[in-house]
């Protein structure tokens, strides 16, 4: 399995509802992230999780929630967005570590979402 | 913050001619850089990277080149397929304290034209 999954496709959500994002992959990679893409913009680091502990934070609003229950899962708890949170949510993963291979990221296809 | 740029934002190559799609980055630590593709509705896809102690590598029609003195990526696609379209990113890892920081370019959509 090289691939990284993530649900749903497209999630479309009022500004009080609470909703969340899920990615999985089963590469036994041990670094996983998410990034935020607005249209024609390059996708924008939001977290980043290693060995299933938050490591960086890049000042994202706490409406945005993360959770890594476990290597291989990767949530994002959405709650009180705003209309401008609309974007493509994407979950990548990768090999961790100075000594590793191959630096590049597993990305997913992405979470569409749009708040209403 | 330093960030990582592209030359053309838009680069139309008629079928079968080589491409090039250029970056210019301003982080002086970096020290792997990687190009992504990104078609319509998906996620960046993995295409070929390369570390500060290399200034060139080949891959399957695909050629990364990376001029640390001026601070400028390339990647050249030869014999551009109509498949290739898609935009084009650069990114930069400054291997912050070991952990996978990648900082994405502006992107580069390349149109081919059949």
């Known amino acids: 399995d090289t691939e990284v999954t993530q649900t749903p496709k497209h999630l479309v959500m009022g500004m009080t509802n609470k909703k969340s994002l899920k990615c999985e992959q089963h590469?036994?990679?041990?670094?996983m992230y998410w990034y935020k893409q607005k249209a024609k913009k390059p996708p924008e680091l939001m977290f980043v999780y290693s060995y299933e502990k938050l490591s960086i934070n890049e000042s994202v609003p706490s409406r945005f929630s993360p959770e890594c229950p476990n290597s291989s899962l990767l949530n994002l708890h959405l709650h009180a967005l705003q209309p401008e949170d609309s974007a493509l949510y994407l979950c990548a993963s990768s090999l961790k570590g100075q000594g590793a291979h191959n630096y590049g990221y597993t990305f997913g296809s992405g979470t569409r979402l749009t708040v209403v | 913050g330093e960030s990582v740029g592209l030359h053309l934002p838009t680069l139309s190559v008629q079928e079968g001619d080589n491409s090039i799609i250029n970056c210019a980055y301003s982080?002086?630590?970096?020290?792997?850089f990687i190009w992504y593709k990104q078609e319509s509705g998906k996620g960046p896809q993995f295409i070929i990277d390369?570390?500060?102690?290399?200034d060139k590598r080949q891959g399957q029609r695909v050629t990364v080149l990376l001029n640390k003195t001026v601070k400028h990526l390339s990647l050249q696609i030869a014999a551009t397929q109509p498949g290739d379209s898609a935009v084009y990113f650069c990114?930069?890892?400054?291997?912050?304290?070991?952990?996978?920081?990648?900082?994405f370019g502006i992107g580069t959509k390349l149109q081919v034209i059949p």
């Open positions: 590469m036994g990679h041990r670094a």
């Open positions: 990114a930069e890892n400054p291997d912050s304290g070991g952990y996978q920081k990648v900082t």
């Open positions: 390369i570390r500060s102690n290399m």
């Open positions: 982080n002086s630590a970096s020290d792997y």
